[in-house]
C-alpha cells in the first residue's frame, strides 16, 4: 500500500508540474491512470532487476500488474470507486476514513483535508497516521465487498465525494478559486453511484442533484482572467440549463422515500439558487437551511443561514444574530459582519472587511474581499 | 458547559396550532440556538389534544388530557447548552411563545449516569 501510495504521489506530483504548463489534459482521470501505470511499471521494472536474481517467479508477478492496472474507461470508473469503498473501512472512525481517501485517492494536501474538516493541520496528520496503521492491523486489501457492507459504508464514501466537491467548488488553497476537475471527479464517482441499483439511493440523488445545480454555475463564476464573479454579476445566461435539468431529475429521483437528509435539504437551497427571481426564494433559503442546522451544526452553514436571514429580515436585523456566533477566527465570519454592517456603519464594515482579508490565504479569495471592502469605502463618501 | 432544559407551557390550547408565520419564527428561534453550537436537543412537542395526553394519579385514577389544575399545559421542550442558567435565560427571552401568552421554564439538567 506504502508504495501505491508513493506512485500515486509522485503521479500527482507529475500532473501538478505538468498541467501547470501544458493545461489540465482533456481526460484527466486517464492522464493520471497512464502516468501512475507507467510509474507502476517503471517501480515493477526496478523491483524486478533487484530481484531476478534472488526470485524467478518475479516476472509472472509484473505480468499480473500490468493487466491490473491496464487502462479501461468502465474499469476506472469503479476502480476507483471501489478504492475510495475499500478506503472507507469500518476500523477506522469516519472521519479518518474520509481523511484517508481525500489523501490516498484523491490527491489532497494535508492542509486541504484540514480546511475541509475545518481542523488544525496537526490533527489531521495524527489522525491520518494512525488511520494507517490501522488499515495495515486490518490487512488493507481491495477487494470484492459483501452487500451489507456496501451499504454500511455508503455514507462515508459520499461524504468524502461531497468534500471533493467541495474542495473544487469552493478551493480554499493555493491560487485558483475554482477546480474544476475535482467538481468533475465528484460527479463521475457518483454518477457510478447511480448506476449501481444497489447504491442508487435518494442520499445518493440527492447530493446528485446538489452538484449538478451547483456545477451549472461554474463557468459563470470565473471570469476571462481568472477572477471571480460573484452570484449578483454573474452572467445569468451562462448557467449550465442542461446541468440544472440534470439536478431537477436527481432531485425527483431523491424524494422516493421519505428520508431528507443534509444533503436533500443542500440540494434544496442548491436549487433555489437556480431560480432568478421569485418573492418566495429567499424565505424558502432560509427554512431549509434552518433544518439543516438542526440536523448538525457546522459554521459554514451557521454563516450561510445568517445571510439568508439578512435577505429575509434586512441586514441590521440579521446583526445581532450573526454577532451570537461568536465566530472571531473565521474568515467568512468578519466577511458576513462586513456586508451587514456595510449599510448602516461603514467604519464597522471596513474593520471587518479588513478582518477578513487577514484571516484568508487563499488569493483570488483575498482579491474578492479587498473590492468588496473597497466598493464599501466608496460608497460612504 | 451545564445544559438546560427549556419546557414550554400554553394557556390555550387554540395556541397549540401555530400560524404557518409562527411556525417560522419559532424555527428561526430553534434554528438561531442551533447556528450557535449551543442546541443539545431539539427536543419535541408534546401533544395536549385529547387521546394522546392522559394524567395517572394513585388508586387508579385516569383523566383524559395534561394537568388541567394548573390552567396551563407543557406543549414542548428542547435541551441546551450554556455557560450560565442566565445565558440559558437569554435565549428563552427571545422564544416568540410570549406572543401568545405561554411562557417557558428553565431547568439545569443532572445527567444521570
Redesign the interface.
Known sequence: METAEDIAGDTFLKASEHWAIHGVPENPAAWLYTVAKNKAKDYIKHLSVVETRVRSQTETERIRYEEAFEYHEQSIADSQLAMIFAVCNPANASKSQICLALQILCGFSVEEIANAFLTKVETIKKRLQRARSNLRNDHFQVGLLSEAAIVFRLPTVLKTLYLVFNEGYFSKTGDQLVRKELCSEAIRLGLVLTENPLTNTPQVNALMALMCYQSSRLEARTGAGNETIRFDDQDRGQWDKALIQRGHHYLINATTGNEISAYHLEAGIAYWHTVISDANKW?HI??L???L??IE?SPM??LN??FA?ANVYGQEEAIS?AE???LTGNNHYHALLGYLYSGTDTAKALAHYEQAIRLTRSKPEKQVLSDLKMHCAAQQR | MKEFALIFRLKDLADFQPSPEQM?ER??W???I????K?VD?GNTLLPIAGSAKTVKADDVVTDGPYTEIKEFISGYIVVRAETIDEAVTMAKENPIFMVGGNIEVREVLKRD
Request: net charge positive; glycine share 4%; hydrophobic share 45%.
Open positions: 424565505p432560509l427554512q437551511y434552518n433544518q442546522i438542526l451544526y452553514v451557521a443561514r445568517t436571514f444574530e451570537k456566533l461568536q | 417560522q424555527m428561526n430553534l434554528a438561531g442551533a447556528a450557535q453550537n442546541l431539539k
